[in-house]
């Protein structure tokens, strides 16, 4: 157990020197308290002082200046190892303090620490910092001088069971140096466990400690000792964002999207004018709640009487759409919000966006005094699919689905329109979410959670308000329904002031993507990678087992196939002796067996029909990936009805396992290839990653969901 008491008392006395970090000794002094191991150590006034503690503890030793105002021991001078005799330690002692004065002659000298030097094993890093994103995570990686240059380094959320702290350790590429390479003992994971999940203990306990520093832990067969400690305050790090319980999101979210009656203020009969397009939209669009215009020159819009002021309209009002200029959106909010409306739909820019941080401020905070919800400003609207609702100015939107999507971005929330639309796919709702002054991502993401409409939740993302809320959120979501994450700006923020490695490392975008990848989110590369995972894996069952098996016409598809497997994380089966047998009583002696199963590119229908068939009744078999090759004998269109009917005929058994097909060919295949996800088959031209990839991502979910038998 902890003793919190000890670190309380030390924090206390930083706090009232008005110092932002802790000595050494005190560092050593948390650690101790967490049960965390660290060097033998003294701290020496004098060389004398210095000499006496070297020989009670040890030597050879290490010498580190102890000082408030030297924060980086080694760039002031005010580190020496390996110290072996007496003679060494006193001259060490004198340098070191010679070395801190030339270094900041203002600096106040505590004294010198006297360590016991270790020698041996592995140096690692292990840490937390406060992030801004995902407030308090924890860090695992290489350590000493070369974890800023490989950046190899794994991230978690804290605090942290010994599970993910396992998980930190082999997620690292050097991973396998700690087991033992060439006859080396590994290290003691179990040990380096422990001190990663006291260090996500400690800073959970106090969040004021901004960072906590261990590099580098000298991790051996025995255990994992901290060498050198860095602690920094500050009580800022310690402030926590707004939240909302999710009851009260369920409440607002749930009004919002499901409305019985909806104001659009700024109103207007004249086309060409946002407010008429969101009039439209919602008219011609077919909703079926009551639609209020507000305009105080207007007697009625599109047949719909208007009202001066949305207090004038009688009976409730769920939602009030904003298409008027930002400079009176607060007026207007005012009156919305004392009318009881659940959601402000915040059309107009000229807010955050612009540098107008104050206008956003002030409408976030009468919004707050009302209850209201906010989301925008600077968006597009939003639809909802199930009660023909378009509260937009953009397209309309009428294909209906399974799939909830979000964007930060207009321009890409018309390309996920667009999509949509060119693609079939039906979606239960696009939301723009713009600045997020307030309604973001794990506000969307409580409420499609729920709602019978949605299957699969896909969001554009520049940032995240509250990674930490949205990280929670999407690993209780995720376990149920898919959610896909496209983060825009994956470029390092590395090279930002830090106080420490951990503080520095965790400017980098590994962070979001081990985080996202903890909370069960599957990650997308790209815009288009993210509709297409939106499109696909909806459609594709869930796998039962690891086991998947490439039966391709064309060799050098195959290779790339199997090359784009190991690049999404799928493994190809080894093919047992009696499978592999009854694969060749259907391929021609010049065939291929094993996997992938090569048919080669002259065969009929039926080898393709018998081997697909092979590969969805054998039970050790758990997803097809099949390479098509555009043939005279097995035309395009033949292929996609031969590979439909099979799938088809092995899911009324009650078969279902996921099937993903690349067609090489002549432009047929892309009629080809559009029958057969029609069907129920991910099926594309021209490629042989696209189909690879959806598999891909259909695995990473099912795995993170634990759906895998």
Known sequence: MADKEIVEKILEKVAAEGRASLTAPEGRQVCEAYGIPTPAERLATTAEEAVAQAEEIGLPVVLKIVSPDILHKTEAGGVLVGLATADAVADGFRAVVANAGAYDADAEITGVQVQRMLSGGHEVIIGATT???????VAFGLGGVLVEVLKDVTFRLAPLDRDQAFSMIDGIAAAEILRGVRGAEPVNRDALADVLTRVGALVTDFPQLAEVDLNPVLATPGGATAVDVRILVDPEAAREPVRFSQEEILASMTRIMKPASIAVIGASAETG????????????????????PINPKAAEILHRKAYASISEVPGDVDVAVFAIPAKFV??????????????????PS??????????????????????VR???????????TPENLSATFCTPYDVKGGVALSSQSGGIGMAILGFSRSAKMGVSSIVGVGNKADIDEDDLLTFFEQDENTDLIAMHLEDLKDGRSFAETAKRVSARKPVVVLKAGRTSEGAKAAGSHTGALAGDDKVYDDILRQSGVIRAPGLNDLLEYARGIPLLPTPQGENVVIITGAGGSGVLLSDACVDNGLNLMEIPPDLDASFREFIPPFGAA???????????????????????AEERIHALILGYWHTIVTPPMIFAELV???VSEYRAKGIHKPVVASLAGDVEVEQASDFLYEHGVVAYPYTTEKPVAVL????RWARSAGLLG
Do not use: C, W
Not at 330 to 347: D, M, N, S, T
């Open 696 to 699: 891909g991502a259909k695995y």
């Open 374 to 384: 906010i989301l925008g400003p600077n968006i597009y609207g939003y639809y909802y």
């Open 131 to 137: 992030d801004p994103t995902f407030g308090k995570i």
């Open 644 to 646: 439909s009917e099979v």
């Open 350 to 371: 000229g807010f955050g966006e612009t540098g107008n941080i104050e206008l956003q401020d002030q409408v976030v905070a009468i919004a707050r005094e009302h209850g």
């Open 273 to 292: 004018k946002i407010g008429n397009s969101v009039m439209k939209n919602l008219v011609d669009g077919g909703f079926a709640g009551e639609i209020h």
């Open 330 to 347: 607060p007026a207007a909010l005012e009156e919305a919000g004392r009318k009881g409306v659940a959601g402000a739909i915040l059309i």
């Open 594 to 616: 094993g996997n992938p199963v090569d048919i080669t590119g002259g065969e009929p229908p039926a080898t393709y029909r018998n081997t697909i068939a092979l590969g969805l």
